[in-house]
């Protein structure tokens, strides 16, 4: 089984960036696809993005492509979400989630394994 511990939120005006960290413990790292979720308050937890076991594979909600950037260092056990271009509307919790396999979906229920989650914050 599988933990998952989130790490690098924080404060930060509109236009900066931020990398947030995902640090597996547990598992063996290359058989899990993971996702990055967020949650804002009174809002539905909602699907960010995600990447296959290899990385070759990723997958982004409409509303960051082209901002935010997924991608896992397998050697090292790190999952990375570099976040550009904030706007305060990306204002969130952040978690990382993951499954065994590599297929990549977009629903939370999909996912097993949940950290604890990591504030993010886009002040304008």
């Known amino acids: 089984q599988v933990q998952l511990v989130e790490s690098g939120g924080g404060l930060v005006q509109a236009g900066d960036s931020l990398r947030l960290s995902c640090a597996p413990s547990?598992?063996?790292?290359?058989?899990?696809?993971f996702g990055w979720f967020r949650q804002a308050p009174g809002k539905e937890r909602e699907f960010v993005a995600a990447t296959s076991r290899s990385g070759g594979s990723t997958y982004y909600t409409d509303s960051v492509k082209g901002r935010f950037t997924i991608s896992r260092d397998n050697a090292k056990n790190a999952v990375y979400l570099q976040m550009d271009s904030l706007k305060p509307e990306d204002t969130a919790v952040y978690y990382c989630?993951?499954?065994?396999?590599?297929?990549?979906?977009?629903?939370?229920?999909?996912?097993?394994?949940w950290g604890q989650g990591t504030q993010v914050t886009v002040s304008s």
């Open positions: 547990g598992g063996t790292f290359s058989r899990y696809t």
């Open positions: 989630a993951a499954r065994v396999g590599n297929v990549i979906y977009t629903r939370a229920n999909e996912y097993d394994y």
